[in-house]
Nanobody, 124 residues
Framework: QVQLVESGGGLVQAGGSLRLSCAAS????????MGWFRQAPGKEREFVAA????????YYADSVKGRFTISRDNTKNTVYLQMDSLKPEDTAVYFC?????????????????WGQGTQVTVSS
């Protein structure tokens, strides 16, 4: 079993930056694909970004491409989401998740374990 704990959320003005972290328990972190999702009030959970097991492969939702960067440090069992040029529409609870397939990385069903989420609020 994997436990995931997100941190780094908060309130920021439009155009600002935040860096989210997700710390994973266990010694098998490097065997998992990692993803970030978000859910705004009244909306479905949506894919944000995914990174493969080595960290050498990434992909993003079109809405965040060029503004967000996902990375991982397998020595620290941690995945990051650097968020720049934030917009009010980025306001949501952000979740990290560990999954099995990089090819299916945008699909919530691909992920077995989820963190509790961290709130990101972007003011205009």
């Amino acid at each position: 079993q994997v436990q995931l704990v997100e941190s780094g959320g908060g309130l920021v003005q439009a155009g600002g930056s935040l860096r989210l972290s997700c710390a994973a328990s266990g010694r098998t972190f490097s065997t998992y694909v990692m993803g970030w999702f978000r859910q705004a009030p009244g909306k479905e959970r949506e894919f944000v970004a995914a990174v493969n097991r080595s960290g050498g492969g990434t992909y993003y939702a079109d809405s965040v491409k060029g503004r967000f960067t996902i990375s991982r440090d397998n020595t620290k069992n941690t995945v990051y989401l650097q968020m720049d040029s934030l917009k009010p529409e980025d306001t949501a609870v952000y979740f990290c998740a560990s999954g099995r397939s990089f090819a299916g990385g945008a699909l919530p069903l691909n992920y077995d374990y989820w963190g509790q989420g961290t709130q990101v609020t972007v003011s205009s």
